[in-house]
C-alpha cells in the first residue's frame, strides 16, 4: 500500500513515468516491505512467488558452481546470496537504492561478506556484452517498466552463448481478476487482452506506483524476438500447509488459478530471431 492513500485504476503511463514513480515507491517502501516480508523471502533464499517455491525444490537455473551470474530487479539481493552461496560469481542490481541500502544493511548486520551491487535500471544494463552465464529475477523489473521487451533484449545481450534466462512474474491470468485474496478475487472483471497498465495515484493525478501487463502470448514472443530459446513455462501450484496469504495471493486463489508465471529461456547464439508472429 503507498503512503499517500492512492487511487487505483487502469489508464495509461509512460515508460519515464513508470520508471520514475517505481524508483520513488521502492525507495520509500524498501524497509517497510523487508519487515513485512523479509522472514517469508529469507536473507539468502531465492524464493520464486508467494507460493514459496523456492529455486532448492525447482532447480531452474542450471549448475551454478563457477558460473557468473547477474540478478536484475534483486531488491535486497536475497537470490543473488544463494545464488553465491552455491559457487558462483554474482552481481545484483536494482533500480531503488532504497532496495540496494537494504541489502547492504542486511550483510552488514549478519556479518556477511558484502553482495556486489549494481543501481541500474533493467531496460538499459551498465554491462558489458556476453559477461554472463545466467541472468535471472525473480518477481524484478518486468512487472514495474513499459518496455519489458528492452529488459529481456539487454538480458540477452550480456549472456554468454549457451546462458540462461530465468524470471518469474505474476502470472497473466491474474490480470483478469480483481487483486483481492477471497472471493471476490475469483470473479473475473477485466479483459485479459487489455494491456492498460494498473497505476495508483494520488488525488492530484500523479501517479505514485505502475505496473504493466502482458499475454502468455506477448512474453514468450519477447523472449523469442531477444534471441532466446524458451525452455520452460512453470505454473507453481499453491503448496499445501502454506497459509500465509501475500497480498492478492492467497490459499483460496492459490488452488483455483495460477499466481506466478516462472519463464525458463536459454540463449542458442548471438543472432536474434524473428517473432512468432
Keep these: 500500500m503507498s503512503p499517500v492513500d492512492p487511487i487505483a485504476m487502469r489508464r495509461s503511463a509512460s515508460a519515464d513515468e513508470t520508471t520514475r514513480v517505481n524508483r520513488a515507491w521502492w525507495d520509500h517502501e524498501a524497509e517497510g516491505y523487508y519487515r513485512e516480508h523479509g522472514a517469508f523471502l529469507g536473507d ?36 543473488g546470496r544463494w545464488v553465491r552461496a552455491q559457487g558462483a560469481r554474482v552481481v545484483s542490481s ?13 550483510d552488514r548486520d549478519r556479518g556477511w ?13 551498465p554491462l558489458a556484452d556476453a ?46 481478476f480483481p487483486d483481492e485474496p477471497g472471493a ?10 487489455d494491456r492498460t497498465p494498473y497505476v495508483e495515484q494520488r488525488a492530484d493525478g500523479q501517479a505514485s506506483y505502475a505496473e504493466h501487463h502482458r499475454t502468455i502470448g506477448d512474453r514468450v514472443r519477447e523472449v523469442v524476438a531477444a534471441g532466446l530459446r524458451v525452455i520452460d513455462l512453470v505454473e507453481p ?15 483460496l486463489r492459490g488452488r483455483i488459478i495460477p499466481g506466478t508465471l516462472v519463464v525458463v ?10 517473432p512468432l508472429i
Design 184 to 193: 471476490d478475487g475469483l470473479i473475473a472483471r477485466f479483459s485479459y487482452f
Design 94 to 106: 536494482d533500480l531503488s537504492s532504497g532496495m540496494l541500502r537494504t541489502g547492504r544493511a542486511i
Design 44 to 79: 539468502d533464499t531465492l524464493v520464486w512467488g508467494p507460493e514459496g517455491c523456492s529455486e532448492d525444490l525447482l532447480g531452474l537455473l542450471g549448475p551454478l558452481a563457477g558460473r557468473d551470474v547477474l540478478e536484475i530487479g534483486g531488491g535486497a539481493a536475497q537470490g
Design 113 to 125: 561478506a558484502p553482495m556486489a551491487l549494481v543501481q541500474c535500471d533493467g531496460q538499459v544494463l
Design 131 to 176: 559477461s554472463f552465464d545466467i541472468v535471472f529475477t525473480a518477481y524484478g523489473v518486468l512487472p514495474f517498466v513499459a518496455d519489458s521487451a528492452a529488459v529481456l533484449r539487454e538480458s540477452a545481450r550480456v549472456l554468454r552463448p549457451g546462458g540462461r534466462l530465468v524470471f518469474s512474474c505474476t502470472h497473466p491470468i491474474r490480470w483478469v
Design 237 to 251: 501450484q499453491w503448496p499445501d500447509g502454506h497459509e500465509q496469504p501475500w497480498g492478492g495471493w492467497s490459499p
Design 265 to 274: 529461456a536459454d540463449k542458442t547464439d548471438d543472432r536474434p530471431t524473428q
